[in-house]
């Protein structure tokens, strides 16, 4: 049973480039979280979805940041433009959210920008 | 808005002791409390969970309890081995927006 998958792994850019994440969450699992993590401050929600819509983007932290999920199995965290500052590991996580709430994470994506 | 804090930070336990960790939490709405286990590059992981309405939950070394009245809820891990080595979250929620604790570094000395 495939988990959440997570691509790329590793991205490495220069500031002001587009960077687009992308996530495929466990099929059948109607909820879909975008995380960042970072040293400083730790595990942060950034947006979530329930089946496919946008429920809570209050973590966003800019304009900069955006989020979508056109499809059940498809979704991606677009940073345009990047910013040193966006270096960290985001990481991705699915739930159904009709069961135990728990909540099933991806292997991340950890995003340098120099 | 809830507010996670998690003790130790780091903590380091002979291989066959036992380790605890401890959080608190601030919204008494809260009622889902789940532990993450984190290693190296790679994404948290689901150890054990607990709700509001259980005082304790076990699953073989590994137990979680909760008081409610004091909000906290603690991770205990008995007969600990190398593989335990990580970083471990707390995290509480009332439905599906998670706050996770900063997290605690556990290492199990050989």
């Known amino acids: 049973d495939a988990g959440v998958i997570q691509s790329p792994r590793h991205e490495v850019t220069e500031m002001g480039q587009e960077v687009t994440l992308r996530c495929k969450p466990i099929s059948g699992h109607d909820y879909l979280f975008w995380y960042r993590q970072t040293m400083m401050r730790g595990l942060e929600l950034l947006i979530y979805f329930n089946n496919n819509v946008p429920i809570d983007d209050s973590g966003m932290p800019e304009d900069r940041f955006s989020a979508k999920m056109p499809n059940a199995s498809f979704s991606t965290l677009k940073i345009q433009p990047s910013e040193p500052r966006d270096s960290a590991v985001y990481f991705c996580?699915?739930?159904?959210?009709?069961?135990?709430?728990?909540?099933?994470f991806g292997p991340g994506t950890r995003l340098t920008v120099l | 808005g809830e507010n996670v804090e998690q003790h130790p930070s780091t903590l380091s336990v002979q291989e066959g002791d036992s380790a605890v960790i401890k959080c608190t939490y601030s919204d008494s709405a809260s009622n889902y409390f789940p532990w993450y286990k984190q290693e190296l590059g790679k994404g948290p992981q689901l150890i054990i969970d607990?709700?509001?309405?259980?005082g304790e939950k076990k699953d073989q070394r590994i137990a979680v309890t909760l008081n409610k009245t004091a909000k906290h809820f603690s991770l205990h891990i008995t007969e600990t081995q190398p593989e335990d080595s990580a970083v471990y979250f707390c995290a509480a929620s009332k439905g599906q927006n998670f706050v996770f604790g900063p997290g605690t570094r556990l290492s199990v000395l050989p």
């Open positions: 607990i709700r509001s309405n259980v």
């Open positions: 996580a699915s739930s159904r959210g009709l069961a135990r709430n728990t909540q099933y």
